[in-house]
């Protein structure tokens, strides 16, 4: 049985095509993906990023526990409201899921998972917090709507003014409580705006005012050129369990610094690294015509890789990828990737792609 | 979904027009375009290749995927929409006045075997 978020409705109204997402029912366009990409990165749009999962916990060992289970290190978070990106690993340094976790002290965070591994990351965190004094509580009382784009702020306040004197003063990847609210200034378009919490009661109201004030809603497709040209990583197709975030791109997520700390995963992080010849996931854009996509394979002459992720690029206005390539190959060089019964030429870059409405490459 | 009654169609979503000089032209039905969504990348078969009935000879890309486009029936690639391919988002503008390429039939009478519009409908309303 599919699961729906408070805005379905919303999204039948407004036009939306439905397609299931990691057994959710998500609009994956509201007529023309194309023009939800480009609305984001001109102007404003927002998602509905409900299906995702915020998790609180709460407890004297919260930040102990974290510190434990999460690659990236909560220590650094000192100042309340403030986020950070991290791969929770397994043991043997696969990465069981990327998420955010915000601070509001040492003892109280939030967690927002993926959708499609929600299920088994509250089971893993219940786990490892066995021994701790550590709660923690689901939160799918909550609905989260993403307004993204060059004017996101602006029009966000122009609905809901009231919000504007405790949310313009956020810097990037900084959070603040309002009300019953969480409002945070992240994103996954590589444009400004927020990401808000609100409790699933009023998320219609919300999504109207939002429209009201012009924001175009928009759909997972739209998302997922966004976040692709933004050089963001996608759980599940950019990485997953069989791979570790040294080579997915994520090594600047993984904090070593304190030799002190242990985190689930290291020992086997640092043994590969000892081994070398880490694979590399960078970009590619494709010199020939067509389309990449993932699974594609790619030939160098230091070796086989594989796209991982690839699209049209709609900033672009031509075809890109991610792809792990052997250790060794260097933005700037060019490669052959298969496409059918062809090789067609594309070239090796650093993501991102695009960045706050204009192409990087 | 609009259906023309003067074309003849497939399964697979493709219609077929009969011109005057004996071949016939071959394009995607508008259930198909609103299906891919926006097109964005069209492959077409060189002109001279000769293609079997359900052969796979021509790649529709939107931005989120590919799909194949299968010869309606047996013949020998005489035309590809190079207008088309140089702006294939003319395939969801308008999905009946871009062909996108041009067969001569190897056994004209094979043309009998494909759907008309009411036989499609019912293809497109169960899919």
Redesign the interface.
Known sequence: MPQRTPLYDAHLAAGAKIVDFAGWEMPIHYGSQLEEHHQVRRDAGMFDVSHMLAIDLAGCDAQGYLRRLLANDVAKLTQPGKALYSCMLKEDGGVIDDLIVYFFSPTRYRIVVNAGTATKDVAWMQAQAANANVGLTPRRDLAMIAIQGPRAREKFWLAFPDSRAVSEPLGVFQATEWNDWLIARTGYTGEDGFEISVPATQAIGVWQKLLDAGVKPAGLGARDTLRLEAGMNLYGQDMDETQNPLESGLAWTVDFKDTNRDFIGKSALVARQQQGHLRQLLGLVLIDRGILRAHQKVVTPLGEGETTSGSFAPTLNQSIAFARLPAGVQPGDEVQVAIRDKLLRAKVVKPPFARNGKPLI | MSIPADLKYTKTHEWIKPEADGTVSVGITDHAQQAL??I??L?LPEPGRSVKAGEECA?V?S??A?SDIYAPVAGEVVAKNEEASAAPERVNQDCYATWLFKLKPANPADLDGLLDAAAYAKVEAES
Do not use: L, S, T
């Open positions: 969504g926006d964005v990348f492959e790649v890309e931005v989120k590919a």
